[in-house]
Each structure stands twice: as structure tokens, then as C-alpha cells.
């Protein structure tokens, strides 16, 4: 830097001024080198710190006198350095970013909103950000199209993970441009960004759990596409390393195993890149403990509520997802349904009803995206039911009004998507909670277990208000 600078235009006054003042300091010093040497011990005045004060006068004229331009100019790899920590430590806190990305979490919401958890705890391990991704359909992924909070309350998430700094894609963005400012400013390509793109996922026929390299490119989802030219897998600019952990079902089945299994994972993730990047498909907790669930957000509560209002606080939750039913058993269901219906009526003295459906409510398309062929007994039932009884749905009571009557949530609404979550706590919040028997409609389904769980819960915790955890009514004989 000095050097630079003495070459600059700035030259020869300063250098004048230092020549004299140079002087001046020699003769001064002579002076008093003579009057303390009397005085003082000589070793003292043998150290350079006269000289020391010297350079450090001249540097800070200099600095305050050169131009703009003569700092952008002398600015070097140490300064680009410097800023990029500046960037960092405003930005994370530390002088380096670190994030874990996993810009796609496998299944549908109840199971996503676990594995979110899982990775989050892998965050936490890693200390590393952990970047919100996008929800919507009922997925959480950066596919989608709604930020997080759309779905979640994120400070309550980040009250169960106080150790984990959460940024959602925006953050991400706008750190990863102001990265990129940097860099152009700089005209600096040595610091690219490093990125270790990996899938982590269930194989069901794996005999073991490996992780291994892989191709570049190996198994990654399109969309993360959005983020280029920011950032870019193909850019040979970016460092990128490919990836694959499969694994053993087995391992994340049995506790013990499991505990291996997330130390391994934290093993061969604790790296230096700057952004983990990862596709995830796991099935089951990575962790041995299990995180409590993911909070929905305000919005999505006061519609439960509200809907619970509008029934009287009275009402029986049935969950009938026809998607898995035996079409030809569905005339016999839904007698099964009604007798029991009537029953619970009569002895709970309840006098409302809710749905929670996949059947297509809003428009002729399934509120289930895996739900494709809907017959004229899925029809009939639905029918069947609605003429003994009122039936109310989320769309029947109104809910979600504000989102329906905006275009933009379309299809958010009319597949599955919010309108599930809202489904979800209305029925947590029945007062008797039914759900269809094998061959009426989906059994085994983490969506039913949810609500369950929560329900046995609350009981646990002496409310009251709930007559039951979970019934199945039956197929009349
Ligand atoms: C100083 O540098 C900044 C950024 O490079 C530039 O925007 C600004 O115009 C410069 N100011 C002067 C006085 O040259
Ligand atoms: C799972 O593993 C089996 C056996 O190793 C392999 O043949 C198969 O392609 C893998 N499946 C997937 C989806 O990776
Ligand atoms: C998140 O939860 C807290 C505590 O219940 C609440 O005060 C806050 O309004 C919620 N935020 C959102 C966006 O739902
Ligand atoms: C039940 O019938 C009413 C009145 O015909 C109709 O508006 C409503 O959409 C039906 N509900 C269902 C779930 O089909
Ligand atoms: C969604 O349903 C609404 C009716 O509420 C309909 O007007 C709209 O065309 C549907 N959109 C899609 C994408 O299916």
C-alpha cells in the first residue's frame, strides 16, 4: 500500500512536507537526545519508535488527502477480504456464511414439517444457517411458490431452535448479491463460491448406508435453476462438489442405529463450503430426539378458530380421504358413516358435522394432488352423505376467504395446499373425531396420526372439551 502511494500524483508536496518535517523532528531529537541521554537509561532511546511515528503521520495525511478513485484503485484482495468478512458479519455474524440449504424436503406437509425439524437439528450440528424454504401444495421445497411464513410462524420456530439462525430465500438472495457486488467491484474471481450440492435419501433396497461422490449433476431438481446467475451449479466460476448419501432404511427405523447414522451425517458435512445444498428424501427422523412440530402461523389458527365459532364449539371432525378407497365399498362406507354419525349425535349431544375431504370442494380437481381418478361412487357418497346430514366444509363455512379471493392463491386452493393444514386443526379442535375404516379411505396416514396425537395430548392435559381421541366407524355387515 505504501508504495503505491508514494507513487501516486500526491508525491511531491507530501513528500516535502515530510523532508521537512523530517528534519525538524531530526533536530528536535538531537536536542533531546542529548539533554535525556543525561538523564535516561540509553537502551530506551535505541528502539525505532520515532521512525514508527513517522510512517504512521505520513500514511494518514495521505489517506485523507488521495481521492476516491486512489482508494478504489489501490483497494486489493486484502480489502475485498475485508469487505466480504464486513458482509458476513452483518449478515451471520461471523466472518464466514455457512448454510444448509435443503431446497427440497420429500412428502407432504405432516411428514415434511418432521424432516424440516431433522434437518434443522443437522443446522444446529453444522452451525450452519439454515435457509427457509418455500411451501406451498402442501410441500415445503424452493419449488414452491409462497415464503415460509405462509405456512409456519417462524419465530416461534425459532424459539424451538435457538441456536439455529433461520434466513429465508430472500436473505439467501440478497446475500448472495451483495457477495456478487463485491466480487465485481473487487474484479476478484479467487474467492468463487464453494458449494457441496448432496442427496441425501432413503433407498428401500440399500443394503447398507454409504456416502459417497457423485457425478456432477447427480440428482438435482431444476428449480434450484432460480437462484443463477447468483448462483450457479454449471458456472465453472462456483467450486462445486456432487454428493450422495443413501440409506439404509433400517438405520433411521431402530434408535440406536439412528444415533449412528446422525453422526455420520454430521461427520461427512462438517466441510468448508459455503452453502450446502441438499435434496432430501429421508422417510423418518434423522435424530434421535424428535422436535415438536413446526408451528402454523397466526392466520392460519384464527380460521380454526373461527370456524370452531361458527359451529358452536360443537361439532364432530370427520377425516375421509377417499384417495385409497375401494370405490365399490363406498356406498357401504358411507352408511357405516351415517349410522355412526347418528349415534355420536344422539349420546355426545353434538349437533354439528365438518369434513375434512380430498374430495374436490372448490372446482371438479381433487384436493389431493396424488388423487386422480374420481368415479361416480366417490360422487354418490359424498352425495349420499350431504342429503342426511348438513355438512360443513372449510369453503361451506367461508374459510380462508381473504386468500380465495385473490387469483394468486388458485391453486394453492384448489389442490391441496393451506386449506389441509386448516383441515388438520379444525379437526384437532372437534369435539369427536372420526375417521374412515380400511377399504373407505386411507388408513395409514401420518395426517390422521397428527391429529390423533394431538388430540391424546390435549386429553392428557385435561381438556374437557374433547369427547374422544380417535374412532373408526365401520362397513354395516
Ligand atoms: C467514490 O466512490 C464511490 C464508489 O466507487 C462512487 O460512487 C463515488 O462517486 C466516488 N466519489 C468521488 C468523489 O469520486
Ligand atoms: C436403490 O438401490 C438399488 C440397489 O442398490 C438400485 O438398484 C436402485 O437403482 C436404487 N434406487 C434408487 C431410487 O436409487
Ligand atoms: C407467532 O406466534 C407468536 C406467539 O404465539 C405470536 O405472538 C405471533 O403473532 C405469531 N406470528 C405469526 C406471524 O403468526
Ligand atoms: C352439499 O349440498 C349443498 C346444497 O346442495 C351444496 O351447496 C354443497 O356444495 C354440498 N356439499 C358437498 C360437500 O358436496
Ligand atoms: C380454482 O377454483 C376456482 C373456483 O374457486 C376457479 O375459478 C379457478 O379457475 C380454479 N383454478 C384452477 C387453477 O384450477
Known amino acids: 500500500m505504501t508504495l503505491r502511494l508514494n507513487s501516486s500524483q500526491k508525491k511531491t508536496p507530501l513528500s516535502q512536507i515530510t523532508r521537512n518535517s523530517f528534519l525538524l523532528i531530526c533536530f528536535f531529537f538531537l536536542l533531546w537526545y542529548i539533554i535525556s541521554s543525561f538523564y535516561f537509561e540509553q537502551e530506551e532511546l535505541l528502539s525505532d519508535k520515532n521512525e514508527e511515528t513517522l510512517t504512521e503521520v505520513h500514511l494518514?495525511?495521505?489517506?485523507?488527502?488521495?481521492?476516491?478513485?486512489?482508494?478504489?484503485?489501490?483497494?486489493?484482495?486484502?480489502?475485498?477480504?475485508?469487505?466480504?468478512?464486513?458482509?458476513?458479519?452483518?449478515?451471520c455474524g461471523k466472518p464466514i456464511c455457512k448454510f444448509l440449504f435443503v431446497y427440497i424436503i420429500g412428502e407432504q406437509e405432516t411428514k415434511a414439517n418432521l424432516h424440516f425439524?431433522?434437518?434443522?437439528?443437522?443446522?444446529?450440528?453444522?452451525?450452519?444457517?439454515?435457509?427457509?424454504?418455500?411451501?406451498?401444495?402442501?410441500?415445503?421445497?424452493?419449488?414452491?411458490?409462497?415464503?415460509?411464513?405462509?405456512?409456519?410462524?417462524?419465530?416461534?420456530?425459532?424459539?424451538?431452535?435457538?441456536?439455529?439462525?433461520?434466513?429465508?430465500?430472500n436473505d439467501f438472495i440478497f446475500w448472495l448479491k451483495e457477495r456478487d457486488q463485491i466480487k465485481k467491484i473487487m474484479n476478484n474471481n479467487d474467492k468463487p463460491l464453494s458449494i457441496l450440492h448432496s442427496s441425501v435419501k432413503i433407498n428401500r433396497s440399500?443394503?447398507?448406508?454409504?456416502?459417497?461422490?457423485?457425478?456432477?449433476?447427480?440428482?438435482?431438481?431444476?428449480?434450484?435453476?432460480?437462484?443463477?446467475?447468483l448462483m450457479n451449479?454449471?458456472?465453472?466460476?462456483?467450486?462445486?462438489?456432487?454428493?450422495?448419501?443413501?440409506?439404509k432404511e433400517m438405520d433411521l427405523i431402530r434408535e440406536k442405529s439412528r444415533v449412528e447414522f446422525s453422526k455420520l451425517l454430521t461427520k461427512v458435512l462438517t466441510i468448508d463450503e459455503e452453502i450446502i445444498l441438499v435434496n432430501g428424501y429421508v422417510v423418518h427422523p434423522l435424530f434421535l430426539q424428535i422436535m415438536p412440530v413446526i408451528p402454523y402461523n397466526d392466520y392460519i389458527l384464527n380460521e380454526a378458530q373461527k370456524i370452531k365459532d361458527k359451529l358452536s364449539f360443537?361439532?364432530?371432525?370427520?377425516?375421509?380421504?377417499?384417495?385409497?378407497?375401494?370405490?365399490?365399498?363406498?356406498?357401504?362406507?358411507?352408511?357405516?358413516?351415517?349410522?355412526?354419525?347418528?349415534?355420536?349425535?344422539?349420546?355426545?349431544?353434538?349437533?354439528?358435522?365438518?369434513?375434512?375431504?380430498?374430495?374436490?370442494?372448490?372446482?371438479?380437481?381433487?384436493?389431493?394432488?396424488?388423487?386422480?381418478?374420481?368415479?361416480?361412487?366417490?360422487?354418490?357418497?359424498?352425495r349420499t352423505l350431504n342429503e342426511t346430514f348438513k355438512i360443513n366444509t372449510w369453503v361451506s363455512?367461508?374459510?380462508?376467504?381473504?386468500?380465495?379471493?385473490?387469483?394468486?392463491?388458485?391453486?394453492?386452493?384448489?389442490g391441496s395446499g393451506i386449506q389441509g393444514i386448516l383441515d388438520k386443526l379444525v379437526c384437532m379442535n372437534s369435539n369427536y373425531f372420526i375417521s374412515g375404516p380400511k377399504g373407505c379411505s386411507r388408513v395409514i396416514s401420518k395426517y390422521t396420526k397428527a391429529i390423533a396425537n394431538e388430540r391424546s395430548n390435549r386429553i392428557k392435559n385435561k381438556d374437557s372439551d374433547l369427547l374422544n381421541v380417535i374412532d373408526r366407524w365401520e362397513i354395516p355387515l
Open 233 to 247: 451449479l454449471k458456472d465453472p466460476n462456483s467450486r462445486v462438489r456432487y454428493t450422495k448419501m443413501i440409506i
Open 314 to 382: 360443537s361439532y364432530i371432525g370427520i377425516h375421509w380421504r377417499l384417495e385409497s378407497s375401494t370405490p365399490k365399498l363406498l356406498p357401504d362406507c358411507v352408511q357405516g358413516l351415517i349410522k355412526t354419525l347418528n349415534k355420536v349425535m344422539e349420546e355426545g349431544e353434538i349437533k354439528n358435522i365438518y369434513l375434512a375431504t380430498d374430495y374436490p370442494l372448490l372446482s371438479t380437481r381433487s384436493q389431493s394432488s396424488t388423487f386422480g381418478k374420481i368415479t361416480s361412487y366417490h360422487h354418490d357418497a359424498i
Open 206 to 229: 440399500a443394503e447398507k448406508t454409504f456416502y459417497d461422490d457423485a457425478e456432477p449433476n447427480f440428482d438435482v431438481y431444476e428449480c434450484i435453476s432460480k437462484f443463477e446467475p
Open 117 to 169: 425439524r431433522s434437518f434443522s437439528q443437522l443446522a444446529e450440528k453444522l452451525n450452519r444457517i439454515m435457509v427457509l424454504p418455500n411451501v406451498g401444495s402442501s410441500r415445503i421445497g424452493t419449488c414452491n411458490k409462497f415464503p415460509f411464513d405462509f405456512y409456519y410462524n417462524i419465530t416461534l420456530l425459532q424459539k424451538e431452535f435457538p441456536n439455529v439462525l433461520f434466513k429465508s430465500e
Open 397 to 414: 363455512l367461508g374459510g380462508l376467504e381473504q386468500l380465495r379471493k385473490n387469483e394468486k392463491y388458485n391453486k394453492e386452493l384448489n
Open 60 to 91: 494518514t495525511s495521505l489517506s485523507t488527502l488521495s481521492s476516491n478513485t486512489t482508494i478504489t484503485t489501490i483497494a486489493d484482495n486484502d480489502n475485498s477480504k475485508n469487505q466480504l468478512e464486513e458482509l458476513n458479519k452483518k449478515y
